[in-house]
Every structure is written in structure tokens, then in C-alpha cells.
């Protein structure tokens, strides 16, 4: 039989930067763009109950050497 690999994905939770009163989000772009170029992809957010974005979440495959 032969070995078959599975997509292996590791995950990353960031915390949406937030402005001066702790209110108001900062836009991410650049911290986006970062991670995106890290190999990163978004695939959630998650929201708080009364609004507002709380964490999102990415993922990337696992390298296998």
C-alpha cells in the first residue's frame, strides 16, 4: 500500500489592533498583508456577542521537509 500524506495546517489567532479608547479597530492591512506574505490565509473572524470583531483566525500548511 502505498503512503498517502495528509494536508497537515497549522493556525494563528490575531487580535484586531485597536485605537486609542480601545474601541475602535486600526486597520490591519499592513499587519494582513504580512502575514499573507508569511504564507497565512484568513478563514475566520470571530465576533463579540454586541459587535466588533474579537480574534481572526488564519491558517497555512505545515511544510514537510
Not at 490575531?14 to 499573507?36: C, F, I, Q, S, Y
Request: charged letters at 30%.
Amino acid at each position: 500500500m502505498g503512503t498517502e500524506m495528509h494536508q497537515q495546517w497549522e493556525y494563528r489567532a490575531l487580535e484586531p489592533p485597536k485605537g486609542l479608547t480601545k474601541r475602535e479597530a486600526v486597520d490591519p492591512t499592513e499587519e494582513l498583508n504580512r502575514l499573507g506574505a508569511d504564507g497565512w490565509e484568513l478563514t475566520e473572524s470571530i465576533s463579540y456577542d454586541g459587535g466588533g470583531t474579537k480574534l481572526l483566525l488564519f491558517k497555512r500548511p505545515v511544510a514537510h521537509e
